[in-house]
C-alpha cells in the first residue's frame, strides 16, 4: 500500500529561523506531490505540487519553497519563518491506479508553531 | 475550471440519527467525487469515491454516498451516527475534462453528541 512519512510530527521555532519539513513516500512510484497548508483546523491551502523530480510549481507566493531533489522525497523550505507561517502542514500524493482520477493519500502532518 | 462547495460550516446530530454533510461541485465534464474524513492533529483520510457507474457508493466506517447528476451533489450520509464519527469532512472533485489535480471543500465539522 501507499504511504506518506511526514517529520518531524511537531516543531516549534522562532520568528526568522530556518524551517525544513520532510516528506517520503512509500509503495508507488513517479506520483505527483503536494504540499498543502491548513490553518485553524479549517480548509487547505494548495502551497506547492511537484510531478516529478526538481519540478515545481508554486500556487502561492510566499516566503516558503519546495524542492524534489528525489522522485519519492518532497521536502519544504523557508529561510527565515514568519509568525503567519504557523499552521498544520500536509504532504500528499497520487494514489496510482492506472485511472489518473486525482485520488490523493496523505501523510499525518506536521504541526508548525512559529512564536 | 472545476470547484466544490460544503454549505454547512458544522453539521450537529445525536447519535443513532441520520447524518447527511452538503457536497454540491460544478465541472465542465465528468466529475470523479472524493469525501475524507481528518480526525484532530492527524492526516485526511479517504473515504469512498465516485469515478462511474452506480450513483450509491459505499465507504468506509458505514458511510455512503449518492451522485446526483442533475443537482451536481455528492452528499455523504449514514444511516446511524456514532460519537466517534466527529471530526472534519472535505469534499473533493477532479473534472476529468481539465488537468489533474483536486479541488477540496472547505470542510464541514461533524459534531456528535450522546
Known amino acids: 500500500s501507499q504511504t506518506i512519512h511526514q517529520w518531524p510530527a511537531t516543531l516549534v521555532q522562532p520568528v526568522g529561523s530556518p524551517l525544513s519539513l520532510e516528506c517520503t513516500v512509500e509503495?508507488?512510484?513517479?506520483?505527483?506531490l503536494y504540499w498543502y497548508r491548513q490553518a485553524a483546523g479549517r480548509g487547505l491551502q494548495l502551497l506547492f505540487y511537484?510531478?516529478?523530480?526538481?519540478?515545481i510549481s508554486s500556487e502561492v507566493p510566499q516566503n516558503l519553497s519546495a524542492s524534489r531533489p528525489q522522485d519519492r522525497q518532497f521536502i519544504l523550505s523557508s529561510k527565515k519563518l514568519l509568525l503567519s507561517d504557523s499552521g498544520f502542514y500536509l504532504c500528499?500524493?497520487?494514489?496510482?491506479?492506472?485511472?489518473?482520477?486525482?485520488?490523493?493519500?496523505f501523510g499525518e502532518g506536521s504541526r508548525l508553531t512559529v512564536l | 475550471a472545476q470547484s466544490v462547495a460544503q454549505p454547512e460550516d458544522q453539521v450537529n446530530v445525536a447519535e443513532g440519527n441520520p447524518l447527511t454533510v452538503k457536497c454540491t461541485y460544478s465541472?465542465?465534464?465528468?466529475?470523479?467525487l472524493f469525501w475524507y474524513v481528518q480526525y484532530p492533529n492527524r492526516g485526511l483520510q479517504f473515504l469512498l469515491k465516485?469515478?462511474?457507474?452506480?450513483?450509491l457508493v459505499k465507504g468506509s466506517y458505514g458511510f455512503e454516498a449518492e451522485f446526483n447528476k442533475s443537482q451536481t451533489s455528492f452528499h455523504l450520509k449514514k444511516p446511524s451516527a456514532l460519537v466517534s464519527d466527529s471530526a472534519l469532512y472535505f469534499c473533493?472533485?477532479?473534472?476529468?475534462?481539465?488537468?489533474?489535480?483536486?479541488?477540496f471543500g472547505g470542510g464541514t465539522r461533524l459534531m456528535v453528541k450522546p
Open positions: 509503495g508507488t512510484s513517479n506520483p505527483n
Open positions: 511537484s510531478v516529478g523530480i526538481g519540478q
Open positions: 500528499a500524493g497520487t494514489v496510482s491506479t492506472g485511472q489518473n482520477t486525482g485520488e490523493l493519500f
Open positions: 465541472v465542465s465534464g465528468n466529475p470523479y
Open positions: 473533493a472533485v477532479r473534472d476529468d475534462n481539465a488537468g489533474n489535480m483536486l479541488t
Open positions: 465516485y469515478i462511474t457507474g452506480d450513483n
